[in-house]
């Protein structure tokens, strides 16, 4: 068990912490799917793959990761750089080169030069090249606004249908203020502050032995003791034990197994009636 630790809490700790992410960005999203764009920004490749996977887990739709979606089988989105753009010169060239380029998967990067001309360049290659326009993206500026605008722009050229993509440093904080503002966003690109946990770089989980075997066979219980409560372990054989009721999840219960389940005499005191809670394993 102890040859195990480091690599155990290196795999748990960092992917916990990243999923934990994830699904904060995913509830600030309020239904609208969440893009994992965190590859250039992560500790390295390997570092990369583990904040994909994580991401997917923590439930975002898609990531950029090319590798992590063949790896994983996690579906894989994304648009072109700004230096696509900036190649050409020529904003609507390269659109229009792109579209002919990516016809199936045509969402166009609106923001190289001045936002709502990209948006009117990306209705017109639409419309020169006859390729179905999916998207635009925003990734920059004030993004509330700016969908706000873009939105009319696409509606009224006959696209309702073209989503708008925001990303730029989000992470689910932001997403709540430009949401509370009206924004018509349709999709959130997350990258650097979700695969760095940018707001806590580091999960403090923790390895300690709880029980071991005596020279008879008999399980002993250990413990650690501290100064500081918070890190006095919890001894014996551990089990979880997850309480639902109606099909929802109430709680989480961490019970010794040697001594076994009292689940049974746990009541609800909260709204009266104190219904018994059903243990399961889940």
């Known amino acids: ?84 753009v900036m190649f050409y010169g020529d904003e609507l060239a390269a659109f229009r080169r792109y579209a002919e380029a ?34 635009i993206r ?21 696209f309702p249908g073209a989503r708008i993509i925001a990303s730029n440093d989000l992470d689910e904080r932001l997403i709540g203020e430009i949401q509370d503002q009206g924004a018509r966003i349709d999709a959130w690109g997350v990258g650097t502050k979700l695969v760095t946990c940018f707001d806590q770089p580091a999960l403090g989980g923790v390895y300690k032995l709880g029980a071991y075997r005596d020279e008879r066979g008999a399980w002993r219980d ?7 409560p918070v890190k006095i372990s919890n001894p014996s054989i551990l089990q979880v034990r997850r309480l639902r009721r109606a099909g929802e999840m109430i709680a989480d219960v961490i019970y010794d197994s040697e001594r076994g389940w009292a689940g049974a005499e746990l009541h609800d005191i909260e709204d009266g009636l104190h219904p018994v809670l059903e243990p399961t394993f889940d």
């Open 1 to 84: 068990a102890q040859l195990v630790e480091t690599a155990l809490l290196n795999l748990v700790n960092y992917q916990t912490l990243v999923a934990t992410k994830a699904a904060r960005v995913v509830q600030a999203a309020r239904g609208a799917p969440v893009l994992e764009f965190g590859l250039r920004r992560a500790q390295g490749i390997d570092g990369a793959l583990a904040a994909s996977r994580a991401a997917f887990i923590g439930g975002v739709a898609a990531t950029s990761n090319v590798l992590a979606g063949k790896m994983f089988d996690i579906p894989v989105r994304g648009t072109h750089a700004h230096s696509w």
């Open 102 to 135: 990516m016809p199936g998967n045509c969402t166009l990067l609106v923001d190289t030069y001045d936002t709502l001309d990209g948006v009117r360049n990306a209705i017109a290659a639409a419309r020169e090249t006859g390729v179905t326009l999916a998207g």
């Open 138 to 158: 925003l990734d920059s500026g004030d993004l509330a606004h700016l969908s706000i605008e873009a939105r009319k722009l696409l509606d009224e050229a006959g």
């Open 222 to 228: 250990a413990i650690k003791l501290s100064e500081q």
